[in-house]
Structures are given as C-alpha cells and as structure tokens.
C-alpha cells in the first residue's frame, strides 16, 4: 500500500470516530472508532509506550481496521499511561492526551497510527515530549493548528488521561494494576491463554474476529 493509499485508509476508518454516549463526552474515559451498529466491538487496552502494543499494532491489529472499514467492527480504545510511573517520565499521559486532543480534531485514527510507528524512536530519547508530539502531528495533514497545539501543550484534556488510566485500572478486576497491554476484548470476551498469541499475527487475530461474530 503506499502512502497516499494508507492515510486514505486511516481518513476513512476516521469518519466514524465518535466519543462513548456518557452524559459528559469531554471526560468520557475511551474513544469509540467504527459504527456504532457493527456486529463486532472489540474493547482494546493499549498504552502508548508499550512496547507489546506496538508489535500488536504493527502484526495484528490491521485485521481490525480493515474491518472497521468494512463497517463489521468498531473498537473501544482505553488508553492507559501506567507506563510512566515504570520507566519514568510522563510520555504516556502526554500521548494519551495528544490523542484525545485528535479526536476533537477529527484525526484520531491517523494520529494514533502515526505515534505507534515512531514510539520506539521517541523511547529511545526518553518517551513522548510536547516537542515531540507536535512534531509528529506533521505527519498527519490538517491536524495542526493552534486549537491542537494549546491542547497538547497545556495538558488540556488531563482529567480524560486520569478517567481512562482509572478505567483500565478498573479492568483489571482483583489486580489493582490493570490487565495489561495490550488486552482484548471481542464482544465482551477477553483473549488470552493460548489465544494470546494469535493476536499478533493478521490471520490468525481475523479468525478471532470472525468466530466471535458468528
């Protein structure tokens, strides 16, 4: 696929990006990505300095976008920032607020792709920074302007960092630490165990996908 195709690709998948129905849309704690009738919802749990939901994003998780495109998913992102307190800095707390700052720009999609393809890059000069993250919004046509700069510059959207670090802490049932990232969930029910693994491979993450809608 070449470039021009591939942010085609992600624009279009972005057209259905919607917050979560709660009462106040500004602090809802995940972003919904799909139609909202899909047969298939997948709950997904990523933080952005991991270095497991990278590979994830990069092996598996295209199964899911080409069927989000298709309209037969839509995906619920919780995104966790527990990464800091482990390996220091503030680099996920300040990604998680640059992606919700996206999401009011329309662009959620695109630039949730463009910082899983330079995390590593970004971890090896000590994780996400202001700099950074705007730098990064380059890649994603339309998406700066001074709205989305202030966002991420000021923090804008912390109290949406700390609701959906919370719910992924919640998800975590008897372990106050969360369940780990990346975790999926397809139409309720968690993969894991010897399914694990097949979420890291694209045929083998579409099989699941498909046998959890019929």
């Not at 709205?147 to 960092?161: G, L, P, Q, Y």
Request: aromatic share 8%.
């Amino acid at each position: 696929m070449t470039a021009s195709a591939h942010a085609a690709h992600l624009a279009q998948l972005n057209v259905a990006t919607l917050r979560h129905p709660f009462d106040d849309p500004r602090v809802a704690p995940f972003v919904v990505v799909g139609d909202p009738a899909a047969a298939t919802t997948v709950r997904l749990y990523e933080d952005p300095r991991c270095p497991v939901v990278e590979e994830f994003e990069a092996t598996g998780a295209p199964a899911l976008r080409e069927m989000t495109l298709r309209r037969e998913a839509k995906t619920e992102y919780t995104l966790a920032s527990f990464r800091d307190d482990r390996v220091g800095g503030d680099g996920s707390k300040r990604a998680v607020n640059a992606l919700r700052a996206a999401l009011d720009a329309g662009k959620f999609t695109e630039y949730h792709a463009v910082l899983f393809e330079n995390m590593a890059e970004n971890e090896l000069a000590g994780g996400y920074t202001t700099a950074s993250l705007l730098e990064l919004a380059d890649q994603v046509e339309g998406l700066r302007s001074d709205t989305f700069d202030s966002a991420v510059a000021t923090m804008k959207h912390k109290d949406f960092v700390t609701a959906s670090e919370k719910t992924y802490e919640a998800a975590g049932g008897d372990d106050p630490r969360g369940p780990g990232t990346p975790t999926v969930a397809i139409n309720g029910t968690q993969i894991k165990g010897g399914l694990y693994d097949w979420l890291f491979e694209k045929e083998t993450f579409h099989l699941l996908l498909n046998s959890a809608d019929n």
